[in-house]
DNA sequence: ACCTGAACACCGTTCAAGT
DNA sequence: ACCTGAACACCGTTCAAGT
């Protein structure tokens, strides 16, 4: 089997797919194409180039507009896609946040959905202060403010204690868990809560449009 | 000059701030300290820990919240706060994005955050929404979908080529810099967008309350 | 010209030997 | 008991020696 740039990206992202991207080296990635470090080399310039050959392979999983139905929708459509083709890939929000240069593939990604606003009616400016407010959730993703699985554990073992140093927290974490004590659950949902705020934004971004 | 976890938070945080986060290592922060590195693991667990304290000395940076002025203030005048706090740390976002466990010292933000919607009349329902919908920017910080500067020369190298692969990128290049083809400017006010976003959500925010 | 082993300049952290 | 030098198990990448 040859090697070459794509079959070196693949296999580096089934590797992080694996054993997520800290257990991903160049020592590693050639290990496992039975090939010496250096030969990597010879398709990728560096560990940088690696990691945005990368996200060009998760970016190049995300759908294309959808063409004949209404802009929001469109854009919505396309933005869950992204957020798919992340959650597919679970290192590759953080890789993403750590490019320095868009690559062409990301580039493209990003005019296409300018269109999409351009086409809509939104101005240049309008479409500008819209990329802004979707912000990462044009890649598909947002900080989570918690981590929850670690937080359930957390709060498991504390919750006498948060409850007067973080009484919020706890109310909070009692609401989503579904049990005022005792924290067994199914957690927050996710995927509901970025539609929420996607949701809100939309409407926001059209509002904005149409106060003009 | 005695070393103490406080002393070593704060040389750290001076080095990435010179450096970049890139730049610091165990190994740099001790010879900085004139100490040998196994010296600091007396007052850090490892690495992670080192960088969970410098978030720590950054998000203690964010003002308390108002008090006496209308809650949308309050939130708005905070968060702009926290941005104030991450931008005198370019390092800071992107390290807060690479935490898994949130230390005390954030959950106390958090909670304060939370306790501010709560007095505000939002049930803890719509305060978690809220919470995922103002995402990262409850830090201060948005993921910038370009790094300007970097692609204000990519943009001067090659714009006759640019135009015809990105026409929407460089028609919003060309808006943002005030200048329809060599591209010399000011580049885009961050500072704006952000408060573009916040005020959008937060108006937002404020309707799905009001709809109930 | 291409390929690659060894080497370089680093890491974070363990561990055992010193005080 | 505390401190620390040396060592360990890695890194990404350079470079010169081999084909």
Known sequence: V??????????AVALADEGGIESLSMRKL??????????????????????????????????PPATG????????????????????????????????????VVLAYLDSTMGMFREAGFS?????????????????????????KNTEVDVQATVAEMQGKYPHIVALASSVYHDDASVVGRGCDDQFEFEFALDLLLEGIERSRDRR
Do not use: C
Request: charged content about 25%.
């Open 2 to 11: 040859a090697l070459s740039r794509d079959r070196v990206l693949r296999v």
């Open 124 to 148: 240049v400016d309008l479409t500008h202060h819209a990329l802004h407010t979707l912000g990462s959730r044009l890649y598909g993703f947002t900080q989570e403010v918690f981590n929850d």
């Open 69 to 104: 139905i209404p802009w929001r929708n469109a854009i919505r459509q396309r933005i869950l896609s992204a957020r798919r083709a992340l959650l597919r890939h679970p290192w590759s929000a953080q890789v993403i946040e750590s490019r320095r240069h868009p690559t062409p």
């Open 30 to 63: 050639a290990h496992k194409l039975r090939v010496v470090p250096m030969a990597l080399y010879k398709h990728v310039a560096d560990k940088e180039e690696l990691l945005d050959g990368m996200v060009d392979v998760v970016v190049g999983e995300i759908d």
